[in-house]
């Protein structure tokens, strides 16, 4: 790490003037926890509060807690730090390997793998990283080898010791069994990865929890930001929620290295400890609105009979098939009902309105939808055009009204539980509406929509609750797996060619793939 630092890293400022013609004195460089927390507070609707990163690594720092008053500039005082390389997200990157993803890429397989295990090996992850008095913890020696998971390409972070306690790495060249639709059992080895997933998870909880309980003691702070990547994590801001010691908890909309960039921008000028109180406006969420009146138009000159040797493997053959485009105009509510009866026909539909988007707005702009109540309906987008592993689960997009009735415990106040960012509870009559999103016998995450945030789909939600008698739709991102997701009709476009999508709403028109 040292030799990083003193070699490459040092000459970082020169590089970047040389690639980019930029003036040294342009360019600007803040610690990445500051850059965390300027995004959390800047985007919080707090007066006052705890912030709390928790991240694989900073520069020196995996955790920092700190407490901030807003004035004429947020008055930010420091107050908890573990350096580096003690750290709860080094352990997962290692576990991401053991488990058969690429290091630093497959942190959110485990959030998903775990919901299908016991923590049965929790004594293992409580020597691995174990507890200290303060409510801090440490990383043991021997288990990881934390400079294979310093730069890319990352080598094999997994000592002998952890190969001993834990097998082998699982072959990434496997199919997954667990989650299947049939019910059928998960192989062994399956299982027993989520097994070890699980039991970590619930010690990260641990640490993490005991985090929150050491910050507060000292400021009494009933609110709290949490940030940075490790707080991507819908069931463990639930479990906080439940059991923390805090009333209240805001997550940004984006708690990795994009809320970061943001909150680097908004720092320019100023120095660490000093954040300005107004709430930004650099935002994640940056660039071109959605144009598509011209791609719109070269739609129906597409020719699916080339289309053959481009499509997924097990997905239908496009030859003889032909696309159209319907257009609505201003008639939402003829489109919402196009949409809502081939829904109600098991048909899945891509649902593109824009870009980028802000906050809440962000979800349910790029999405594919399915019935939530059939758990076929999520098992054929699955299988004909995500191309997920089967312990995926989409989550629900549901309307405010709808939500009271069916999450009943949810504090829709709260734009963790409104964004997708907590689990929430499902009222037992109404669990089995939303199967194919269910998490475990009572969770989901949900996008809980507004007519002010999103209003064409509250019309469809309105229309489909009109014909299936819930105002709620399984969604998953728009993108095949292992893709980023689409951003534009041309990208929506390879989708649509590709898999078995055969409805796709861009704006206020819907383009059919058909066969005559």
């Not at 040294?24 to 959390?40: I, Q, T």
């Not at 303060?134 to 890319?152: C, M």
């Not at 819930?470 to 893709?483: I, Q, R, Y």
Request: net charge neutral.
């Amino acid at each position: 790490s040292m030799k990083r630092w003193l070699g490459q890293r040092l000459w970082v400022r020169n590089r970047i003037c040389a690639e980019t013609g930029i003036h040294p004195e342009r360019v600007h460089f803040f610690s990445a926890h500051a850059c965390y927390m300027a995004h959390a507070l800047t985007s919080s609707p707090f007066q006052q509060a705890d912030v709390l990163v928790v991240d694989s690594a900073g520069e020196w720092s995996t955790v920092s807690g700190a407490h901030v008053k807003r004035g004429q500039e947020w008055q930010v005082e420091p107050l908890l730090e573990v350096p580096f390389p003690h750290s709860i997200g080094l352990v997962g990157s290692a576990l991401t390997t053991w488990a058969g993803f690429r290091a630093s890429e497959g942190e959110d397989e485990l959030l998903k793998l775990a919901v299908h295990g016991e923590p049965i090996h929790r004594a293992l992850f409580e020597e691995i990283l174990p507890a200290l008095t303060d409510g801090t913890f440490r990383l043991e020696k021997g288990w990881v080898h934390v400079e294979e998971l310093e730069t890319a390409p990352y080598g094999c972070p997994l000592s002998s010791r952890w190969i001993e306690k834990l097998g082998p790495p699982r072959d990434s060249r496997l199919g997954w069994t667990l989650g299947s639709v049939d019910g059928s059992s998960p192989t062994a080895v399956d299982q027993n990865v989520a097994n070890v997933v699980a039991s970590f998870e619930a010690i990260k909880f641990d640490r993490v929890l005991a985090l929150c309980h050491r910050l507060q003691q000292q400021t009494n702070a009933r609110r709290l930001c949490l940030t940075g990547p490790l707080a991507a994590n819908p069931q463990l801001i639930r479990r906080l929620a439940e059991s923390g010691p805090y009333e209240h908890i805001h997550v940004p909309w984006e708690t990795g290295t994009l809320g970061a960039a943001a909150g680097a921008a908004s720092l320019v000028g100023k120095e660490e400890h000093k954040i300005s109180t107004k709430r930004t406006q650099v935002s994640p969420y940056m660039g071109m609105s959605l144009e598509y009146a011209d791609d719109l138009a070269m739609i129906p000159l597409l020719k699916p009979n080339k289309w053959a040797r481009f499509r997924k493997r097990g997905t239908q053959d496009p030859t003889g098939a032909t696309v159209e485009v319907t257009h609505f105009k201003e008639d939402l509510e003829g489109l919402a009902t196009a949409v809502a009866e081939a829904l109600a026909q098991g048909t899945p539909v891509g649902w593109l309105q824009d870009r980028f988007g802000d906050g809440q707005g962000a979800r349910g702009r790029r999405v594919l939808l399915a019935s939530a109540g059939s758990r076929q309906a999520w098992e054929d987008i699955r299988t004909g055009i995500t191309g997920q592993p089967p312990y995926h689960r989409p989550s629900l997009v549901i309307s405010q009204e709808e939500a009271r009735v069916v999450l009943p415990r949810a504090d829709l106040s709260s734009r963790a539980v409104c964004w997708g960012q907590q689990e929430v509870w499902v009222a037992p009559a109404s669990r089995e509406r939303v199967q194919g999103c269910l998490l475990d016998d009572a969770h989901l995450t949900a996008l809980v929509c507004t007519s002010d945030d999103h209003p064409k789909l509250s019309i469809l939600l309105r229309r489909w609750r009109e014909i299936s008698g819930v105002g709620a739709l399984a969604a998953t991102p728009l993108k095949e797996h292992g893709t980023p997701i689409a951003t534009d009709l041309a990208e929506a476009s390879i989708i649509l060619a590709r898999t078995n999508l055969t409805l796709l709403v861009v704006g206020d028109a819907l383009i059919t793939k058909r066969w005559s």
